[in-house]
């Protein structure tokens, strides 16, 4: 199993240019979770998929964000126009269910916007 | 609204000691409790998972235990090596999200 795989690794932008970050969840995980890490807020949930369908987008922080799931191997978080806010570690994690499995991520992709 | 606190926010210790992580939470209305270890650059890697229902969760050198009407659980290290190193955070699944802790930062020396 290649666990969850996220492109790019690092991303280096200017304010107001589009970002797109992927995610490849680990096949048969019915869950995607996208996360954001900074050293002032810690993880926090941004947004989550079951089969494949957003359930809970109450932690994306503004309209400029936008995540899609267009297949179950899928995933995409766009920030369009991006900010130097912004800047931080997105994660991707899946699992196999809500409750009672680990939570399994990738290696993150870190976003500067300067 | 579920808090999650880990203490020490650091520890440094030689190698071959045992030694203990604490989180605590706020609502012992949890689903679950998960351990996991961040290395440097990467994702988190999860390391044990314990249900609501059980007291502990045992993988190799590592224990967790949970004790849910006090809003505790520990993560025990039996003779830690410098490969330990890295940030050790716990994450509580309410009815809600999941919440993580802070994280403990570990050194190991050799």
């Known amino acids: 199993d290649a666990g969850v795989i996220q492109s790019p690794r690092h991303e280096v932008t200017e304010m107001g240019q589009e970002v797109t970050l992927r995610c490849k969840p680990i096949?048969?995980?019915?869950?995607l979770f996208w996360y954001r890490q900074t050293m002032m807020r810690g993880l926090e949930l941004l947004i989550y998929?079951?089969?494949?369908?957003?359930?809970?987008d109450s932690g994306m922080p503004e309209d400029r964000f936008s995540a899609k799931m267009p297949n179950a191997s899928f995933s995409t978080l766009k920030i369009q126009p991006s900010e130097p806010r912004d800047s931080a570690v997105y994660f991707c994690?899946?699992?196999?269910?809500?409750?009672?499995?680990?939570?399994?991520f990738g290696n993150g992709t870190r976003l500067t916007v300067t | 609204k579920q808090e999650v606190t880990q203490i020490p926010a650091a520890l440094s210790v030689p190698e071959g000691e045992n030694l203990v992580l604490n989180c605590s939470f706020t609502?012992?209305?949890?689903?679950?409790l998960q351990w996991f270890r961040q290395d440097p650059g990467k994702g988190l890697t999860s390391l044990l998972l314990?249900?609501?229902?059980?007291r502990e969760q045992t993988s190799g050198r590592l224990n967790a235990s949970l004790d849910k009407s006090s809003g505790r659980s520990t993560l025990y290290i039996a003779a830690s090596q410098p490969g330990d190193s890295a940030t050790y955070l716990c994450?509580?699944?309410?009815?809600?999200?999941?919440?993580f802790g802070t994280g403990t930062r570990l050194q190991v020396f050799p």
């Open positions: 994690a899946s699992s196999s269910s809500y409750y009672n499995s680990p939570l399994h």
């Open positions: 096949s048969g995980h019915d869950y």
């Open positions: 998929f079951n089969n494949n369908v957003p359930i809970d």
């Open positions: 609502d012992s209305a949890i689903y679950n």
């Open positions: 314990i249900q609501s229902s059980q």
């Open positions: 994450a509580v699944k309410g009815t809600d999200k999941l919440i």
